[in-house]
């Protein structure tokens, strides 16, 4: 499976943007995937994820309530709806692709960075 990341960019405090997550190859073994990011100094963390199949989801605190995962599994594409973006929200934004429910991911797209502007 490869992933490409996309939609990244410069916006205001307050603003919006949409990551898109394309998936090729295997995509028939995927399970699952999430969106991590990366802020400079600290570690990778997860902020959602979604079930392939049911689209179940899962935020973390920081993000709860301003972004919206999703996924359209015709186009084999994951999306971040991110509203509300504060400064703190500025990382290099990761997707990964997991072909089971264990702990660790299996592929992942290159990073796409979100820069907000305070």
């Known amino acids: 499976v490869q992933l490409q990341a996309s939609g990244g960019g410069l916006v205001q405090a307050g603003g919006s943007l949409r990551l898109s997550c394309a998936a090729s190859g295997r995509t028939f073994s995927i399970r699952r995937m999430g969106w991590f990011r990366q802020a400079p100094g600290k570690e990778r963390e997860l902020i959602a994820r979604?079930?392939?199949?049911?689209?179940?989801?899962v935020y973390a605190v920081p993000v709860k309530g301003r972004f919206t995962i999703s996924r359209d599994t015709a186009k084999n594409t994951s999306y971040l709806q991110m509203n509300g973006l504060k400064a703190e929200d500025t990382a290099v934004y990761y997707c990964?692709?997991?072909?089971?429910?264990?702990?660790?991911?299996?592929?992942w797209g290159q990073g796409t960075q979100v820069t907000v502007s305070s």
């Open positions: 990964a692709a997991g072909t089971n429910f264990a702990i660790t991911w299996n592929y």
């Open positions: 979604i079930t392939w199949r049911g689209g179940d989801t």
